[in-house]
């Protein structure tokens, strides 16, 4: 592969994020190398349901992990959210489309080996840890992101 393409996942909301898995995906399918790296907000589209914990967690991170989505089918949308009534709405007319949800962008990422790194001040300020995330997670500092992407071709900030 001689393209890269490296995208900065801030936003925790399900239409930005299918937005940048969409990307992604048409990225790799097209041999591009594709970096994303994800920071506060976005690292919920990366967290992973059944390994969450609250195991030696001060009480601030307890709360935040409650009460933020927990994975990407959690996520709300950017606009027009309504409490969920909005998201719903949108999973429908997707479905009467057939179009994929976001889980299969997510899917497909891991599958074509996109690279997903989480921005290791992000996760220890918002109290993660790594057996948190998908398996594929790399945490990395930012000047580790930085270093990649001004080596690539293409830089996104969603």
């Known amino acids: 592969m001689d393209k890269k393409m490296n995208l900065i996942m801030f936003s925790g909301e399900y239409d930005k994020a299918m937005a940048g898995l969409i990307l992604a ?3 790799r399918e097209i041999d591009v190398e594709v970096n994303m790296f994800f ?3 976005g690292l919920f589209l990366l967290r992973n349901p059944d390994t969450m914990t ?3 967690k001060t009480i ?3 709360v935040l992990g409650t009460i933020t989505p927990k994975g990407p089918e959690d ?3 950017s606009k027009m959210n309504f409490a969920g009534f909005g998201k719903k709405l949108l999973i429908e007319m997707m ?3 057939e179009a994929p ?3 299969h962008f997510l899917k497909g990422a891991r599958k074509k080996k996109v690279n997903f790194y989480a921005c ?3 996760v220890e300020i918002m109290g993660f840890k790594k057996e948190e995330f998908l398996p594929e997670v790399d945490i990395v500092e930012a000047k580790t992101y930085l270093k990649d992407a001004l080596d690539s071709d293409i830089q996104l900030f969603i």
């Open 101 to 103: 949800h976001l889980i």
């Open 95 to 97: 479905d009467d489309e």
């Open 120 to 122: 290791k001040l992000s």
């Open 39 to 41: 920071a506060f907000w």
């Open 75 to 77: 996520l709300p949308l």
């Open 60 to 62: 601030y991170e307890k």
């Open 25 to 27: 995906n048409t990225a």
């Open 54 to 56: 609250n195991k030696d």
